[in-house]
């Protein structure tokens, strides 16, 4: 297991800790494997009752590594964020997400897809697929409009609109924001502790039952996104992003028709 992804266990309890705090917890493919190798045993463990993701109390995670995304960008569903994307998105038992300071791209997309969101309240979150050249990922561009209707959709997803911790809350994707990084761990766990003390088939049916009326949909959109989020990794105008940012320096669009 990578140390960059700590796997910490507490009773029914099991928290997922990304820790790369030099790279602001940039998603690498090493990581992304180790969430996926870490979810898949989770589901198949009973005595798992309840999952966490955290970041650190300043940090939850700038994204997907940008160096991964010009050097071994994802191929398809096999592809390390794929599993772990697939194994969140079945995973049936109730997952609780901490998050302090920047969630950036993905940061925010698995967001969607946990059952409680904890944040503090200067947390920062990013969708800056379009930014980047890229495009919604994961179900974003059909779990967004639902959440917060198509014209703030449009602009966390067509503009890379940013939002603070207090106004995920209003946006529907957080619980409750709190004073800051540390306290919104604390609560996050709180939370999960109590998760863990319910009849595990009545909290596992009660998830499958709030997802049924549109998880096919959702499937059918994330496979869509999938392709096309493949496709434009290797366009130039993501080519042109991904190396300012590596550059450090501002993109160039202007020569794109
Ligand atoms: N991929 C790879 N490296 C990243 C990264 C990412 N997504 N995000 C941050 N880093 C690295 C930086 O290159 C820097 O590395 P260095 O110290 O070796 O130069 C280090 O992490 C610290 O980041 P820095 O940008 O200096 O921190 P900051 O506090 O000024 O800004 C962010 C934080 C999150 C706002 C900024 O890092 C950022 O915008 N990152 C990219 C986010 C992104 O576009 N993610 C992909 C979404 S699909």
Known sequence: MSEQILVER?????TLRLNRPDKMNALTRTMYSALADALEAAQEDRSVRVVLI?????????????????QEPPSGPDSPVFRFMRALM??????????????????TTLLLHCDQVFVAAGARFKMPFVNLGLCPEFGSSFLVPRLVGPVKAASLLMRGEGFTGEQAVAFGIANEALA????????????????????????????????APYIDELRRVVSEEGQLFVERLHSPEAHEALSAFTQRRQPDFSKFL
């Open 180 to 211: 800051d990084g540390a306290a919104a761990i604390e609560r996050a766990r709180e939370v999960c502790l109590a998760l863990q003390q319910l009849p595990p088939a009545a909290v596992a049916l009660s998830k499958r039952l709030l997802k």
């Open 54 to 70: 955290a970041g650190s109390a300043e940090c939850f995670t700038s994204g997907n590594d940008i160096v991964d995304f010009l």
């Open 10 to 14: 507490e009773q029914g309890l099991l």
């Open 90 to 107: 079945d995973f049936t038992k109730p997952v609780v997400a901490a998050v302090a300071g920047p969630a950036v791209g993905i940061g």
